[in-house]
């Protein structure tokens, strides 16, 4: 499957506690993007990575969220102290480069805090 | 502020006619807009996109116009199947940005009545 794969794709996390969502773009893409979804919503836009770069995260909330693309590994979506007002849907999206307009999308993590 | 919004939510048509998925947008530097489709549980799976070049563009069984003159897009499915049963999102990249810069709007629920 050449397709960006997310996991877990369900995630069930306590108010308090750390959730980790991670993805592996497509094969050849070296450009992340994360998304939000709330129920019956659109995606909004959270952060723009490349290996090792964070080049956009003007849609990331300014405390406790923080995105990681390391050099070897998935992409990694990390929300510390997680509130009941994070659950929604984490999509991840690669493309192949700066200017590639298209995004390939991730199946998503449904994020539930309790 | 500008954003990218759908006439409607939710559109039932009958199986075997045409469907036709509107969507306004305000930011007149937009040049490139893509349809998605959702289905429940999955990512966004890209469908067919158009450049502010051009005014209407064809794929399989599906067709995109646009009209820049009153910033106006829709998706129109022939013969609608069941399996066109999804949200349909419009997205639009303003002029010179990269994909980070994808807005997407809220989103349209097609039912396809047997």
């Known amino acids: 499957n050449a397709g960006v794969m997310q996991n877990p794709r369900h995630l069930v996390r306590r108010r308090g506690q750390e959730a980790r969502l991670r993805c592996s773009p497509m094969k050849g893409h070296s450009h992340v993007y994360w998304y939000r979804q709330l129920p019956e919503e659109g995606l909004k836009f959270m952060v723009y990575?490349?290996?090792?770069?964070?080049?956009?995260e003007s849609g990331m909330p300014k405390e406790r969220f923080s995105a990681e693309f390391p050099k070897e590994g998935p992409s990694i979506l990390r929300i510390q102290q997680v509130v009941r007002g994070d659950s929604a849907a984490y999509f991840c999206a690669s493309s192949p480069g700066q200017g590639s307009e298209k995004l390939f999308f991730g199946s998503g993590t449904q994020l539930s805090v309790l | 502020g500008e954003s990218v919004g759908l006439h409607l939510p939710t559109l039932s048509v009958q199986e075997g006619d045409n469907s036709i998925i509107n969507c306004a947008y305000s930011n007149s530097a937009s040049d490139y807009f893509i349809w998605y489709k959702q289905e429940s549980g999955k990512g966004p799976q890209f469908i067919i996109d158009i450049r502010s070049n051009m005014d209407k563009r064809q794929g399989q069984r599906v067709t995109v116009l646009l009209n820049k003159t009153v910033k106006h897009l829709s998706l129109q499915i022939a013969a609608t199947q069941p399996g066109d049963s999804a949200v349909y999102f419009c997205a639009e990249n303003m002029r010179g940005g990269s994909a980070r810069q994808l807005t997407f709007g809220s989103g349209t629920q097609l039912t396809v009545l047997p």
């Open positions: 990575l490349q290996k090792e770069n964070i080049i956009d």
